[in-house]
Structures are given as C-alpha cells and as structure tokens.
C-alpha cells in the first residue's frame, strides 16, 4: 500500500501520515510492504494513533514529485474516489491554497 498525503488525517480517525504538514511543501509518503493479513486489525488500531510508522514493514519517504508504477492495472483512488489507474504522478504546488482564517 502506498499513501501519499499532504495532511496527516485520513477518515475514519486515522492518522495514517502523521509527519504530514499542509504547509510544508512536500507530499509525505507512507510506504506499507506485505505484512502478515493477521496483523491488519492491529494495524489499523495503530493507524489511529499514528503508531504504525514504527512497524518494520512500514516507511515514510518526502517528496515534491513521485510517480508510481506497477506491471498491472491498479485503481488510484483519492478522497475515497477512484481517480484513474497506475501510472501517476502526484506533485505538489507550494502556497497554491489561499486560506482566510480569522485573527487571534
């Protein structure tokens, strides 16, 4: 499983990247190698903490820029949308969101 996030938050409470910063200027890259199918439920309790990130099967990478392949189709979904399938490339756009928030 590859996640690439500009935030750290998924649904559900997760806390699946929890190094992502919205204003950084990087996507946080969370890497999920095969892992025991037994372990899923605990995993996904560690999710919730943002815990995962210390399991050995599990790497988080920075990037500006990253495109994913693989030698089949598969679905890249975004927002709990599927989006197109691989290859893609994601890239982030520094300052490209104007936000208005009030003063404290």
Not at 8 to 25: C, E, F, K, T
Not at 40 to 57: K, N
Not at 59 to 66: G, L
């Amino acid at each position: 499983m590859i996640v690439i996030g500009n935030s750290g938050a998924y649904g559900h409470g997760l806390n699946i990247v929890p190094s992502a910063r919205v204003d950084d200027g990087l996507l946080d890259v969370l890497v999920v190698r095969n892992g025991p199918k037994r372990a899923i439920a605990s995993f996904m309790r560690d999710a919730q903490r943002g815990t995962h990130v210390a399991r050995p099967e599990v790497s988080v990478h920075t990037a500006r820029e990253i495109t994913i392949a693989a030698d089949r189709s598969v679905p890249v979904c975004g927002d709990g949308e599927e989006l197109t399938a691989l290859p893609a490339t994601a890239r982030i756009r520094p300052a490209a969101l104007q936000l208005i928030r009030p003063d404290r």
